[in-house]
C-alpha cells in the first residue's frame, strides 16, 4: 500500500538552514504538499509541488522532489524560532496519504 | 469564510459514553475525512465522504460512524468511547476527491482534542 516516511525530530540553531526530508512510495502521486502544525492547531498548508516539477522556491521555502528516487523535501532558509512546529509531508496518489511528521526544534 | 469549523474543542468522556463531534465547512468541499492524530504516527483516516449521501471506511473506522446528509456538515459519532480513542481528532476538506491532474489540498479545522477515562 502507500506510505510516507519521515525522520521524527530535527534540531537547528536560528539562522541555519532547515532541511526536512521525505520519501514516498505511489508513483502515481501527481502532487506533493508540505503541511506545517503549530501546537495545538490544525494543520496549515504551506507549499505543494506538482510531480513533473523537481524544485519549487516560495520565499524562505524550497521544495525539491526527486521522482525516480521518489524522494521530497522541504529547505527553510534562515530559520526562526516562529518555523518551530511539526512539518508533514502529503502524497495525493490513490488516496491523500501523510507522512508521520517532523518536528522542528529551532534553538536560540 | 470561516473554512473547517470543529466542535468541541476539548472534552473528557467516561468509557461507555458515546458522543458526536461536529464538523462544518462552508467552502461548497465534496470532500471531506475525519483523521486522528496520535504521537508518533502521522493522522490515520477514519472515515471519508465524496458528497453528500455518500461515506466510506478510512484506515482505521471502528468505533465510529459518520453520516453526510449535507454538503456542509460531516459528523463523527463515537458509539462505546474506549481509552485508546484517546486522540486529537482533525476533519478536512477539499474540491474533490483530487485523483489525478488536479491540485486539491485538503483544509484541516482546528481539531477536538478527546480524552476518554
Known amino acids: 500500500g502507500e506510505d510516507v516516511e519521515q525522520s521524527l525530530f530535527l534540531s537547528v540553531r536560528e539562522g541555519d538552514s532547515s532541511v526536512i526530508n521525505c520519501t514516498y512510495t505511489?508513483?502515481?502521486?501527481?502532487?506533493l504538499y508540505w503541511y506545517k502544525q503549530e501546537p495545538g492547531a490544525g494543520l496549515q498548508l504551506l507549499t505543494y509541488i506538482f510531480s513533473n516539477m523537481d524544485m519549487k522556491q516560495d520565499q524562505r521555502l524550497t521544495v525539491l522532489l526527486n521522482k525516480k528516487d521518489k524522494h521530497l523535501s522541504l529547505r527553510i532558509a534562515d530559520t526562526q524560532t516562529g518555523d518551530s512546529a511539526i512539518y508533514f509531508c502529503?502524497?495525493?496518489?490513490?488516496?491523500?496519504?501523510f507522512g508521520p511528521g517532523t518536528r522542528l526544534s529551532v534553538l536560540p | 469564510n470561516a473554512g473547517v469549523t470543529q466542535t468541541p474543542k476539548f472534552q473528557v468522556l467516561k468509557t461507555g459514553q458515546s458522543m458526536t463531534l461536529q464538523c462544518a465547512q462552508d467552502m461548497n468541499h465534496e470532500y471531506m475525512s475525519w483523521y486522528r492524530q496520535d504521537p508518533g504516527m502521522g493522522l490515520r483516516l477514519i472515515h471519508y465522504?465524496?458528497?453528500?449521501?455518500?461515506?466510506d471506511q478510512g484506515e482505521v473506522p471502528n468505533g465510529y460512524n459518520v453520516s453526510r446528509s449535507t454538503t456542509e456538515d460531516f459528523p463523527l459519532r463515537l458509539l462505546s468511547a474506549a481509552p485508546s480513542q484517546t486522540s486529537v481528532y482533525f476533519c478536512?476538506?477539499?474540491?474533490?476527491?483530487?485523483?489525478?491532474?488536479?491540485?486539491?489540498?485538503?483544509?484541516f479545522g482546528d481539531g477536538t482534542r478527546l480524552s476518554i477515562l
Open positions: 505511489d508513483s502515481s502521486s501527481t502532487y
Open positions: 502529503a502524497e495525493n496518489g490513490q488516496n491523500f496519504v
Open positions: 478536512a476538506s477539499s474540491r474533490d476527491r483530487g485523483q489525478g491532474f488536479s491540485n486539491q489540498p485538503q483544509h
Open positions: 465522504s465524496v458528497g453528500a449521501g455518500i461515506t
